[in-house]
């Protein structure tokens, strides 16, 4: 099984982009769902995160601007980005993890907002 994350792209600062990330097939246990981030030179970093029971978190830097979602029938995790800022510039990567600690990364998908 893969997840296939798309949706990143060049915003100008002040804008919103969402991201959507697909698992190609059905994963047994998955009890949260999550984006984290890569900017050049940094290490990789959570954004947000949502579980089974709907229950979010979100890195300070982005809460009140970002919003995950989950469509469990469509086996797919969004990151609904507004307000978008140059410091947000990264790569984007879905995590899914399991009840046995398993964690299935996406590929990535670049994010650039311009100032």
């Known amino acids: 099984v893969q997840l296939q994350a798309s949706g990143g792209g060049l915003v100008q600062a002040g804008g919103s982009l969402t991201l959507s990330c697909a698992a190609s097939?059905?994963?047994?246990?998955?009890?949260?769902r999550g984006w984290y981030r890569q900017a050049p030179g940094k290490e990789r970093e959570l954004v947000a995160l949502?579980?089974?029971?709907?229950?979010?978190n979100y890195a300070d830097s982005v809460r009140g601007r970002f919003t995950i979602s989950r469509d469990i029938g469509k086996n797919t995790v969004y990151l609904h980005m507004n307000s978008l800022k140059s410091e947000d510039t990264a790569v984007y990567f879905c995590?899914?993890?399991?009840?046995?600690?398993?964690?299935?990364w996406g590929q990535g998908t670049l994010v650039t907002v311009s100032s």
């Open positions: 097939g059905k994963i047994p246990g998955v009890n949260r």
């Open positions: 995590n899914y993890k399991t009840n046995y600690e398993r964690l299935y």
């Open positions: 949502i579980m089974n029971n709907g229950i979010t």
